[in-house]
């Protein structure tokens, strides 16, 4: 069960973080310092071997891992025997620690839980960091590790590797462009469904899981595992996790940092003023699927308002089934997203788009590419560092990102509908709904 942080507790724990945002306070990936020559590898440290952790990992082996750390004997023995000659813990914190005058970077990729902690100990050891998303598990954890990171002039990037991908960026020309018009309306959706599980407990760890370690900040609990409806079982490690709040936030943190990133991107969204979600009656400690969140942004500039809606779990926008392609067949795309202008919509996912009426478009003349390519997800966070440049998921992109990915899970939580004051980190119109912005950690463990 989360633990409720008070909200006199929680703004005084915040009131710094307010005060730096009221004065404009941003992070800048362009303030890093240059640590390496373009030719000179760099010593990087992995919290997180399996899985995702080890796509990461690959995805940085280019230069040199240095060392390895995992709660999972199991999996840091598997990389150990790809990374050799690096060093192996089971405590990141140790290793870190021990590490610290050897390493230049660190990669994240623990359950989202450790993220923050995880990510924040990195950076006030002025290291540069990389970490999956959702970037953090609470809204205050993400404005933490964007303000770390710009306090610390640190290149950082969120593992949103489909923002590397050259259809992305060909729809945020195609949009920017004004291909479509003004833009006032987006929706995204994603076919994922995390719910129907419970937590069971009575067995031991096994033995090459250091349970307490893998549970860090979250609340104490014996070994549990996720069992399904259908009385299947599924351990919580390596993934079961994402099905409870206390760990994960469901399909809206699995997928929303990716499909949402696209309208984030294309329409420059940031902080959203009001949030309002729907769906099954919320559970305590496990995640439900077929929510549908309204975010509320205000204009930016001369850019005017804009409503984007979120449904998950089968849920699909309305105006969906109503749209054809050129040959006239509907669009069943389980995922995607759906930009509606002025003067047309466009239709996208992570490899494909389209811009619709069909027949109004049949003779569209597509803007000359002006977004350059990525080098690699993982390559531009490399780069960066070693060139003090910038790159396109920085914590200050991506924290905002995941701040209103993780908005959208309060709202649900609490039932109500959120006015925010992003400057202050404040639910204005519900004290019920501000214990879901942070929590306290357990004993031992701090952000």
């Not at 919509?345 to 490899?351: C, L």
């Not at 060139?387 to 209103?404: I, K, P, Q, R, V």
Request: with cysteine; aromatic share 10%.
């Amino acid at each position: 069960m989360v633990k409720t942080l008070h909200r006199r507790s929680f703004l005084g724990h915040s009131a710094w973080l307010g005060s730096a945002l009221a004065v404009g306070y941003h992070s800048s990936s362009a303030l890093a310092a240059v640590s390496k020559s373009p030719n000179e590898k760099l010593n990087i440290a992995a919290i997180g071997t399996g899985n995702r952790a080890a796509a990461d990992i690959a995805g940085v082996a280019s230069e040199t891992i240095i060392a390895l750390a995992d709660v999972d004997q199991s999996m840091l023995d598997k990389a150990g025997i790809t990374y050799s000659g690096a060093r192996k813990y089971r405590d990141w914190r140790v290793m870190l620690e021990k590490e610290a005058d050897k390493i230049d970077a660190v990669v994240v990729g623990t359950p989202d839980h450790v993220h923050a902690p995880a990510c924040a100990m990195a950076m006030r050891m002025k290291k540069h960091v990389y970490c999956e998303k959702p970037l953090t598990n609470t809204v205050f954890e993400a404005r933490t590790l964007a303000d770390l990171a710009q306090q610390n002039s640190l290149v950082t990037q969120m593992g949103t590797q489909v923002h590397a991908q050259d259809n992305y960026r060909r729809v945020v020309e195609l949009i920017q462009g004004g291909s479509i018009g003004e833009i006032r309306e987006a929706h995204v959706w994603s076919a994922s469904n995390y719910s129907g599980r419970r937590l069971v407990s009575g067995k031991p760890a096994p033995s090459h899981v250091d349970w307490d370690l893998w549970l860090g900040p979250a609340p104490n609990c014996s070994y549990c595992e996720a069992v399904e409806t259908d009385s299947s079982t599924k351990m919580v490690h390596p993934f079961g996790w994402r099905w409870f709040w206390d760990y994960g936030s469901g399909s809206l943190g699995d997928f929303g940092c990716h499909y949402m990133d696209l309208a984030h991107w294309a329409l420059e969204l940031k902080r959203p003023t009001s949030i309002s979600a729907a769906g099954p009656t919320p559970f305590v400690t496990a995640t439900t699927a077929g929510l549908v969140v309204k975010y509320e942004h205000p204009s930016r500039g001369s850019l005017p308002p804009v409503t984007l809606t979120w449904y998950d779990g089968g849920k699909q926008p309305d105006v969906l089934a109503t749209l054809r392609d050129a040959f006239g067949q509907p669009l069943e795309w389980n995922s995607g997203q759906l930009f509606i202008g002025s003067d047309g919509m466009i239709v996208s996912d992570y490899g494909r788009h389209m811009l619709l009426p069909a027949a109004r478009f049949a003779d569209f003349e597509r803007p000359e590419p002006s977004i350059a390519p990525s080098l690699g997800h993982h390559e531009e966070w490399i780069h960066a560092i070693k060139t003090g440049g910038t790159t396109t998921c920085s914590f200050d992109y991506s924290g905002a990102l995941t701040e209103a990915v993780l908005l959208g899970v309060a709202s649900y939580r609490s039932g109500e509908e959120i006015q925010w004051d992003a400057a202050n980190l404040q639910v204005t119109n519900s004290d019920h709904a501000q214990q879901y912005i942070h929590r306290e950690y357990r004993k031992g463990w701090t952000l």
